[in-house]
């Protein structure tokens, strides 16, 4: 039991990449560098078949960054935290989380079990934080909130919920993906009732809350509902109903509650989302950018080689897609993309006896749509996946699929 909570915390600091307030770096970090050293103390085959294609596209958007900021003259070089160094950081800390939890996962089944457990713990945590002071301050005095300035002497009175580490704003959106499309995989494929209930009660909680820090997550429900609709369209369709009546029974419960116990400013802030009127719907602000922002051809195609200014963000622009391509054109934004796209399909290919596409297909999905209101990188929790299915599950399907 200590062995199996162990684990359940060292998913969670990688999962939330949480900054203690006693160490220099992220929790996460300090998982990256302990894998890193255990790697090569156990002298760890490394098959570079499976990660090549990754890395040549990271080195290629490595140099296209190198090339976008040399001739604008900005010098900005934003490709090389996230998509070189966090990729292979990603890889050893998904690699110590294999070295001590390989006994207890056995399958992608067991992997995900461990994923939506953790992202509905932390849930049930920043529900808890919100309703108690004190819990807020126990946690504030172990790890930093990624808050702004003005908010973290105000926690009560910002207008959504806050959970821990990167479970802040829309950065909440990564470790809800997962969670959501975690708890679909296991309803869709679990025999027994109690099962789909329960996963189901860690579905419904890890979007209710995720809405309430990032009004995005809902259309992360839409995907992964419809993900669910496909799996058991071709077993059974009375389950779906079943599944779908429980969601809307739960779905009222928990409007009602929230209509009875939160705040008058986090509500009038959550059905804001449903209100293009209010003051504020960042639904207006977010369909002005897509509706009204124009590029010149040559920004379009290999961008102004800049992200932020003096004044923030470049061009003043929230979406993932528009940043990106302000700073390095559809080409830099494609390879971003693609890198997303080429870990998931490696992983399909190692577990394509385990009938994963759905799954992965979803998560990707998820993906685009979370770019569609931020910047968001995604690989360190598509590379946890794929470490485990390299390391750990279906080996020798693995081994057979790569020949």
């Known amino acids: 039991m200590v062995r199996k909570i162990f684990i359940i915390i060292l998913f969670t600091i990688y999962i939330y990449s949480i900054k203690f307030t006693f160490l220099p770096i992220t929790g996460k970090q300090v998982?990256?560098?302990?894998?890193?050293?255990?790697?090569?103390?156990?002298?760890?085959?490394?098959?570079?078949?499976?990660?090549?294609?990754?890395?040549?596209?990271?080195?290629?958007?490595?140099?296209?960054?190198l090339i976008v900021a040399l001739i604008s003259g900005s010098f900005q070089l934003i490709y090389i935290e996230p998509y070189l160094i966090a990729p292979l950081a990603s890889f050893f800390g998904a690699y110590f989380l294999y070295f001590i939890s390989k006994k207890y996962i056995c399958s992608f089944y067991d992997l995900l079990k461990i994923i939506a457990l953790v992202v509905f713990l932390e849930s049930l945590l920043t529900v808890v934080m919100h309703f108690s002071p004190s819990v807020y301050s126990l946690m504030a005095a172990i790890q930093e909130f990624l808050l702004h300035?003005?908010?973290?002497?105000?926690?009560?009175?910002?207008?959504?919920?806050?959970?821990?580490?990167?479970?802040?704003?829309?950065g909440v959106l990564p470790s809800c993906a997962m969670g959501v499309m975690a708890c679909v995989y296991l309803m869709s494929h679990s025999d027994k009732k109690i099962n789909t209930i329960t996963y189901l009660l860690f579905f419904i909680t890890i979007l209710s809350v995720s809405f309430l820090v990032s009004r995005t997550s809902l259309l992360l429900s839409g995907v992964s509902l419809l993900v669910y609709i496909l799996y058991m369209n071709r077993k059974n369709s009375a389950k779906?109903?079943?599944?779908?009546?429980?969601?809307?029974?739960?779905?009222?419960?928990?409007?009602?509650?929230?209509?009875y116990y939160l705040p008058d400013n986090i509500l009038i802030w959550a059905t804001a989302a449903f209100n293009t009127d209010s003051s504020n719907s960042s639904t207006v602000g977010v369909?002005?950018?897509?509706?009204?922002?124009?590029?010149?051809?040559?920004t379009f195609l290999f961008g102004d080689g800049l992200y932020t200014t003096?004044?923030?963000?470049?061009?003043?622009?929230?979406?993932?897609?528009?940043?990106?391509?302000?700073?390095?054109?559809?080409?830099?934004?494609?390879?971003?993309?693609?890198?997303?796209y080429s870990i998931l399909n490696k992983v399909n290919r190692l577990l394509l006896g385990q009938k994963m596409k759905l799954f992965l297909f979803g998560l990707f999905v998820c993906y685009l749509l979370s770019m569609a209101k931020g910047d968001v990188s995604m690989i360190d929790m598509f590379i946890l996946l794929l470490v485990f299915a390299d390391y750990n599950i279906n080996s020798k399907v693995a081994k057979r699929n790569l020949k």
């Open 240 to 259: 779906v109903l079943f599944t779908l009546s429980l969601i809307a029974l739960f779905v009222f419960g928990i409007v009602s509650l929230a209509f």
């Open 149 to 170: 300035e003005d908010h973290l002497g105000n926690f009560a009175d910002i207008n959504r919920f806050t959970g821990i580490g990167t479970a802040a704003y829309f």
């Open 31 to 65: 998982i990256e560098l302990l894998g890193f050293a255990l790697f090569f103390v156990n002298r760890e085959r490394f098959n570079y078949q499976i990660y090549k294609k990754v890395i040549i596209l990271c080195i290629i958007l490595f140099f296209w960054g």
């Open 310 to 340: 003096s004044a923030g963000y470049y061009m003043e622009t929230d979406i993932g897609y528009f940043r990106q391509i302000y700073y390095g054109g559809i080409v830099g934004l494609s390879l971003i993309i693609g890198i997303h």
């Open 287 to 298: 369909l002005e950018w897509w509706t009204t922002t124009h590029f010149s051809l040559s």
